[in-house]
């Protein structure tokens, strides 16, 4: 996917998130719909672009709608040789704040991994997808060492 496209899908994410994405406006509720649809089918799709632009050999990426009082959330796990990335999409439970999380992991099944980094709430919205990329390679850069999360 070209570079145009990923900012297009970063920045589609970034206005998705800026709205209440738990409520599902009055439609029956039988799994995600509506904007909340919109947001996990485009996030899925960013994550599998970004996965193969970061050089990935291995990589898995899902989305979880959660239920009707959350944005749910779309991942990636991925590995490079001897190191991996975990990211991390959605809202946070406390606001309509939009949240990036990424961490180093040490295999694809690495759930817990090193510590949460955060992206600013506007990265989406104002990064170019160029440096978002090279943000996310610094994991690979750090070594196969990391102290795990408390």
């Known amino acids: 996917m070209s570079v145009q496209s990923q900012e297009k899908n970063m920045r589609k994410l970034a206005d998705l998130l800026s709205h209440n994405l738990s409520y599902i406006w009055g439609e029956r509720e039988g799994g995600p719909n509506g904007n909340k649809k919109v947001f996990l089918n485009t996030g899925k799709t960013f994550l599998r672009a970004?996965?193969?632009?970061?050089?990935?050999?291995?990589?898995?990426?899902?989305?979880?709608?959660?239920?009707?009082?959350?944005?749910?959330?779309?991942?990636?796990?991925?590995?490079?040789?001897?190191?991996?990335?975990?990211?991390?999409?959605?809202?946070s439970s406390f606001g309509f704040e939009e949240l990036v999380i990424y961490r180093k992991v040490k295999h694809i099944k690495d759930y817990s991994g090193g510590s949460n980094r955060f992206l600013p709430r506007d990265a989406l919205k104002t990064m170019s997808y160029s440096r978002l990329l090279n943000e996310f390679r610094t994991l690979r850069k750090e070594g196969n060492a990391y102290e795990r999360a408390a």
């Open 50 to 91: 970004l996965a193969k632009d970061l050089g990935l050999r291995e990589y898995k990426v899902s989305a979880n709608p959660g239920g009707i009082a959350v944005s749910g959330e779309t991942t990636l796990i991925g590995m490079w040789n001897n190191s991996g990335i975990y990211i991390m999409i959605g809202q």
